[in-house]
């Protein structure tokens, strides 16, 4: 089945820097790439997605970035603010498997004011 | 569109006790996901439902977990008899086709002492 790799486990920014959020993927055939973002004592949010038709997806300060050919997506947050902080999971998926996310381990942001 | 409701939101109990753990998916998603969420697991799915028919329940940890979706609007996850280290954090989710992410319910921490 897929596997999901997450780097780093936990992040710790100054305010204003960019953070980066990397993941791989094991089966090629994964073509739906979701991340969310989860605050304490709240269930994961999803924050942005891409297609595996795109190489690239903006929202704001949050971008998504994706190398089929690697199989490796990332997570880029410009200019991180002390809300920015929580815990960032990447997922994959593909159609074969229906609706089934596979998860990436997390990663624990912290943007220090 | 109140989102995805879990119920209760917290529950705390005595081993060997039964736990019902309730969700009502978003209106018209066809999808429902269980997942537990531990610091040493991560997000694990349980099982998922679509078009209330459970498609895969792999990551149901044993027969002391049992799922059901009797309508579209109602989900329960059930533990019987209830062990300490099922205590964690279990999230309901739903979605609509594989083009969309999941939307989470804000979760119910089960503690059994």
């Known amino acids: 089945g897929e596997n999901v790799e997450q780097h780093p486990s936990t992040l710790s920014v100054q305010e204003g820097d960019s953070a980066v959020i990397k993941c791989t993927y094991s089966?090629?055939?994964?073509?739906?790439f979701p991340w969310y973002k989860q605050e304490l004592g709240k269930g994961p949010q999803l924050i942005i997605d891409?297609?595996?038709?795109?190489g690239e997806k903006k929202d704001q300060r949050i971008a998504v970035t994706l190398n089929k050919t690697a199989k490796h997506f990332s997570l880029h947050i410009t200019e991180t603010q002390p809300e920015d902080s929580a815990v960032y999971f990447c997922?994959?998926?593909?159609?074969?498997?229906?609706?089934?996310?596979?998860f990436g381990g997390g990663t624990r942001v912290l943007v220090k004011p | 569109d109140a989102g995805v409701i879990q119920s209760p939101r917290h529950e705390v109990t005595e081993m060997g006790q039964e736990v019902t753990l309730r969700c009502k998916p978003i209106?018209?998603?066809?999808?429902l996901f269980w997942y537990r969420q531990t610091m040493m697991r991560g997000l694990e799915l349980l099982i998922y439902?679509?078009?209330?028919?459970?498609?895969?329940d792999s990551g149901m940890p044993e027969d002391r977990f049992s799922a059901k979706m009797p309508n579209a609007s109602f989900s329960t996850l059930k533990i019987q008899p209830s062990e300490p280290r099922d205590s964690a954090v279990y999230f309901c989710?739903?979605?609509?086709?594989?083009?969309?992410?999941?939307?989470f319910g804000s979760g119910t921490r089960l503690t059994v002492v």
């Open positions: 891409i297609r595996s038709n795109v």
């Open positions: 209106s018209g998603h066809n999808s």
């Open positions: 997922a994959a998926s593909k159609k074969a498997a229906g609706n089934k996310l596979t």
């Open positions: 439902f679509n078009n209330n028919v459970p498609i895969d």
């Open positions: 089966d090629s055939a994964s073509n739906y």
């Open positions: 989710a739903s979605s609509f086709g594989q083009s969309y992410g999941y939307t």
